[in-house]
């Protein structure tokens, strides 16, 4: 496309996220979401790039690009802004070693983000489940961001690359940005100082290995900007532009509900930019784009919007609403209604005390030791894109005006989004301590054009945010427990960057093959070696962030209660997979359902809710009195011996009708144990007894 190798870096970040999102979906036709299915399709598109790329152009740009990234990286420490970028990768290094040490610690990873992934891992695919309670929102969440952890999952069916993964979608969102506020006209000192403000920011670096989606959504906007500020600052001159654009918003659409807004302001500036481009060429007498040409274009375009559209069709043909959970109020008036747990904000919390106890949670204040909110990034970057914009107003094309344009209608997005009725929870209760992630690909947008800015003023301010996000980000809650998995994960990660650096070294010397050959067998080792260091501290770890007192975490505290499961998750972490009926108590959020860890280690144990009602229809546990008129013990066991059911695990809060059926029926169900306080236990199902005793309840009706 002619253009800067950030902007070609960009193209191939982009096609590579997506390109995974779209083989997961024609895997997941053929329940061939597995290695050797990656493998397959893998072979097939590098068949077709090399048939595709005869001239050797590919590589040969692919080459010149990863020299002048490794010249620009050289350069870093020659410049002030570049020691403060080096700061902001040393902490999210950290942060990453310490993920790379431990498992998931993160609540809704445990709840349904992992479980999710781990199902697509040991289904081949996209597949559903029916739950009660919160599971019914949470099984229609976009899982675009969950299929990026499935494919970290899948090689190893483990989650030890996870803090890889998450790692690299963290710096190609500070890649993203930095390209885009170059597109709209900042200085390089300006857009390097405005990415290492996003990556420093406390809701994006902090999410390293929680498993969250957010990151994916950042990662996304960016990218997605980096194409419509091209597009709309070169009036709509070339059409793979938009494509890469149209790709980037049917991921940001699809990968999280509240970037929606986002993605639509990039759909309607991909067409304002065409149509703007079309009227000055016929203006100047120039040829206008037709025939195949265009439609190549328009359906290419497509192509890449559609790769979002599965969850939404979903939830339409379903449920009978596109945005479903969510509800969807205009003027006031409810259009289409959501789930109870998505509608109701007494769920998420205790109110908060006014205006100003939300903006200390916000800005500044930690919540039980935790701080993962944007923090002064939030006004100060909506202020300097204002300055920026209008510094540079007079100076610029009438294209790089609507560039402008786009990212400040962005920020008033965020604006909108943040203070309309549907959010009204994550402003006024205590969702708000973890709410600025639903505003990082809003808040991407606004740097690049605080960017724009190249007084020493705003540049102060900008390094002054940097050095603010690494206090406010820094990793809390250490505890003793961590201190060996995580030497021994530092202590591989110098040997594998030596390792890697001799390699690198020595290339001019080696054929490309071997290089690429040696690098992959070091990673395959490494990824054992990363494995076998972390697996005897697993539980250990888990237990830790079960303390009430002085728990570990990495994000936020987990729920002490719940958490204290993990003497379960350890039991039932064999070497042979189980097969297991999961149930729990309403608990007035249901977000209690910590099932991630019951998968095991390895993600052998298959997880099912067996339905108690006599149809099989799931009612949720919080229609308490609803629930017990319809429960039927016979019907529960029946389903259970046709699933092949070996054990039942029982978490907190325990009043279940199961719970009840099961110590009420011990010659069916064996007690097998718990946790110390009881609050949750596990039953095997003796299947032989099961069949007497439904065969003993059927004689009385026979007769």
Not at 83 to 98: D, E, F, N, P, T
Not at 170 to 188: E, K, P, S
Not at 537 to 551: F, G
């Given at each position: 496309?002619?253009?800067p190798?950030?902007?070609?870096?960009?193209?191939?970040l982009?096609g590579?996220?997506?390109t995974a999102?779209?083989?997961?979906?024609l895997l997941?036709?053929?329940?061939g979401f597995?290695?050797p299915?990656?493998?397959?399709?893998?072979?097939?598109?590098?068949?077709w790039?090399?048939?595709?790329?005869?001239d050797?152009?590919?590589?040969a740009?692919?080459?010149?690009d990863?020299?002048?990234?490794?010249r620009?990286?050289?350069d870093l420490?020659?410049?002030?802004?570049?020691?403060?970028?080096?700061?902001?990768?040393?902490?999210?290094?950290?942060?990453?070693?310490?993920?790379?040490?431990?498992?998931p610690?993160a609540?809704d990873?445990?709840?349904?983000?992992?479980?999710?992934a781990?199902?697509?891992?040991?289904?081949?695919?996209w597949?559903?489940?029916s739950?009660?309670?919160?599971w019914g929102?949470?099984?229609?969440?976009?899982?675009?961001?969950?299929?990026?952890?499935a494919?970290a999952?899948?090689?190893?069916?483990?989650?030890?690359?996870?803090?890889l993964?998450?790692?690299?979608?963290?710096?190609?969102?500070?890649?993203?940005?930095y390209?885009?506020?170059?597109?709209?006209g900042?200085?390089?000192r300006?857009?390097?100082l405005?990415s290492?403000?996003?990556?420093?920011?406390p809701a994006?670096?902090?999410y390293?290995?929680?498993?969250y989606?957010d990151?994916?959504?950042?990662?996304?906007?960016?990218?997605g900007?980096?194409?419509?500020?091209r597009?709309?600052?070169?009036?709509g001159?070339?059409?793979?532009?938009?494509?890469w654009?149209?790709?980037?918003?049917?991921?940001?659409a699809?990968?999280?509900?509240?970037?929606?807004?986002?993605?639509l302001?990039?759909?309607?500036?991909?067409?304002?930019?065409?149509?703007r481009g079309?009227?000055?060429?016929?203006?100047?007498?120039?040829r206008?784009?037709?025939?195949?040409h265009t439609?190549?274009?328009?359906?290419?375009?497509?192509?890449?919007?559609?790769?979002g559209a599965?969850?939404?069709?979903?939830?339409?043909?379903?449920r009978?609403?596109?945005?479903?959970?969510f509800?969807?109020?205009?003027?006031?008036?409810?259009?289409?209604?959501?789930?109870?747990a998505?509608?109701?904000?007494?769920?998420?919390?205790?109110?908060?005390?006014?205006?100003?106890?939300?903006?200390?949670?916000?800005l500044?204040r930690s919540?039980?030791?935790?701080?993962?909110?944007?923090?002064?990034?939030?006004?100060?970057?909506?202020?300097?894109a204002?300055?920026?914009?209008?510094?540079?107003w007079?100076?610029?094309?009438p294209?790089?005006r609507?560039?402008?344009?786009?990212?400040?209608?962005?920020?008033?997005?965020?604006?909108?989004?943040f203070?309309?009725?549907?959010?009204?929870?994550?402003?006024?209760?205590?969702?708000?301590?973890?709410s600025?992630?639903?505003?990082?690909?809003?808040?991407?947008?606004?740097?690049m054009?605080g960017a724009?800015?190249?007084?020493r003023?705003?540049?102060?301010?900008?390094?002054?945010?940097?050095v603010?996000g690494l206090?406010?980000?820094?990793?809390?809650?250490?505890?003793?427990?961590?201190a060996?998995?995580?030497?021994?994960?530092?202590?591989?990660?110098?040997?594998?960057a030596?390792?890697?650096?001799?390699?690198?070294?020595?290339?001019r010397?080696?054929?490309?093959?071997?290089v690429v050959?040696?690098?992959?067998?070091i990673g395959a080792?490494?990824?054992?070696?990363?494995?076998?260091?972390?697996a005897?501290?697993?539980?250990?770890?888990?237990?830790?962030?079960?303390?009430?007192?002085?728990?570990?975490f990495h994000?936020?505290?987990?729920?002490?209660a719940y958490?204290?499961?993990w003497?379960l998750?350890?039991?039932?972490d064999?070497?042979?997979g189980?097969?297991?009926?999961?149930?729990?108590?309403w608990d007035?959020?249901g977000h209690?359902?910590y099932?991630?860890?019951?998968?095991?280690?390895?993600?052998?144990?298959?997880?099912f809710?067996?339905?108690?009602t006599?149809?099989g229809?799931?009612v949720?546990?919080?229609?308490?009195?609803?629930?017990?008129?319809r429960?039927?013990?016979?019907?529960?066991?029946?389903?259970l011996r046709?699933?092949e059911?070996?054990l039942v695990?029982?978490?907190m809060?325990?009043?279940?009708?199961?719970?009840?059926?099961?110590?009420?029926a011990?010659e069916?169900?064996?007690p097998?144990?718990g946790?110390?306080?009881?609050f949750?236990?596990v039953f095997?199902l003796?299947?032989?007894?099961a069949?007497?005793?439904?065969?003993s309840?059927?004689?009385?009706r026979q007769?």
């Amino acid at each position: 496309m002619g253009a800067p190798w950030t902007v070609r870096a960009c193209a191939s970040l982009l096609g590579a996220l997506w390109t995974a999102v779209a083989a997961f979906w024609l895997l997941s036709v053929v329940r061939g979401f597995s290695v050797p299915g990656a493998l397959v399709l893998a072979l097939t598109l590098l068949l077709w790039l090399r048939r595709t790329n005869r001239d050797g152009r590919l590589g040969a740009d692919l080459s010149a690009d990863l020299r002048a990234a490794l010249r620009a990286f050289r350069d870093l420490p020659r410049r002030p802004e570049g020691w403060l970028w080096l700061a902001v990768a040393a902490l999210a290094g950290v942060r990453c070693l310490r993920a790379l040490a431990s498992p998931p610690l993160a609540w809704d990873s445990l709840t349904y983000h992992l479980f999710k992934a781990g199902r697509f891992v040991q289904s081949g695919g996209w597949v559903a489940e029916s739950a009660p309670d919160a599971w019914g929102a949470y099984e229609y969440l976009s899982p675009l961001g969950d299929v990026l952890s499935a494919w970290a999952l899948l090689g190893t069916q483990r989650d030890g690359l996870l803090p890889l993964l998450e790692f690299g979608l963290w710096l190609t969102a500070q890649f993203a940005v930095y390209t885009a506020a170059r597109q709209l006209g900042g200085a390089r000192r300006g857009a390097l100082l405005a990415s290492a403000a996003i990556g420093a920011c406390p809701a994006a670096v902090a999410y390293i290995g929680s498993g969250y989606v957010d990151l994916a959504a950042l990662t996304f906007a960016a990218l997605g900007s980096v194409f419509v500020l091209r597009w709309l600052v070169r009036d709509g001159e070339e059409p793979g532009v938009a494509v890469w654009s149209a790709a980037a918003a049917g991921l940001v659409a699809g990968v999280k509900m509240t970037a929606v807004p986002l993605a639509l302001l990039m759909v309607s500036a991909l067409i304002a930019g065409g149509w703007r481009g079309r009227r000055r060429r016929a203006a100047e007498g120039q040829r206008r784009w037709g025939g195949r040409h265009t439609w190549g274009t328009i359906a290419a375009a497509g192509i890449g919007l559609a790769v979002g559209a599965p969850p939404f069709l979903r939830a339409w043909i379903e449920r009978g609403s596109p945005v479903y959970p969510f509800p969807l109020d205009v003027a006031g008036i409810r259009l289409l209604p959501g789930h109870p747990a998505a509608e109701s904000g007494a769920v998420f919390g205790k109110p908060l005390e006014g205006f100003w106890e939300l903006w200390s949670v916000l800005l500044f204040r930690s919540v039980k030791d935790a701080f993962v909110n944007p923090g002064f990034l939030l006004p100060v970057a909506a202020l300097l894109a204002m300055w920026g914009v209008v510094a540079a107003w007079r100076h610029v094309a009438p294209g790089g005006r609507w560039a402008m344009v786009y990212c400040w209608i962005s920020g008033v997005a965020l604006l909108a989004w943040f203070t309309v009725d549907a959010t009204a929870s994550f402003r006024t209760t205590q969702a708000a301590v973890t709410s600025g992630r639903y505003l990082l690909p809003y808040l991407a947008t606004l740097a690049m054009a605080g960017a724009l800015l190249r007084q020493r003023a705003a540049h102060f301010a900008w390094g002054a945010l940097v050095v603010s996000g690494l206090w406010l980000a820094r990793p809390r809650a250490w505890t003793p427990v961590e201190a060996a998995p995580l030497a021994g994960v530092a202590a591989l990660t110098l040997a594998v960057a030596a390792l890697l650096a001799v390699v690198a070294v020595r290339r001019r010397t080696r054929s490309a093959a071997i290089v690429v050959v040696t690098a992959v067998l070091i990673g395959a080792l490494a990824t054992a070696g990363l494995e076998a260091l972390r697996a005897p501290h697993r539980y250990a770890l888990w237990e830790a962030s079960a303390d009430l007192e002085d728990p570990l975490f990495h994000v936020h505290r987990l729920h002490s209660a719940y958490a204290s499961a993990w003497p379960l998750w350890r039991a039932l972490d064999g070497e042979t997979g189980r097969r297991i009926a999961v149930t729990a108590g309403w608990d007035g959020l249901g977000h209690n359902w910590y099932r991630y860890p019951l998968l095991g280690s390895r993600l052998q144990n298959r997880l099912f809710y067996i339905p108690v009602t006599a149809n099989g229809e799931v009612v949720d546990y919080r229609q308490g009195e609803a629930l017990e008129r319809r429960a039927d013990f016979d019907a529960w066991l029946e389903r259970l011996r046709a699933a092949e059911i070996e054990l039942v695990v029982s978490l907190m809060p325990r009043w279940t009708p199961e719970d009840a059926w099961m110590r009420g029926a011990p010659e069916v169900f064996e007690p097998l144990g718990g946790d110390e306080r009881n609050f949750h236990a596990v039953f095997a199902l003796d299947s032989a007894a099961a069949t007497m005793r439904l065969r003993s309840e059927a004689l009385p009706r026979q007769r």
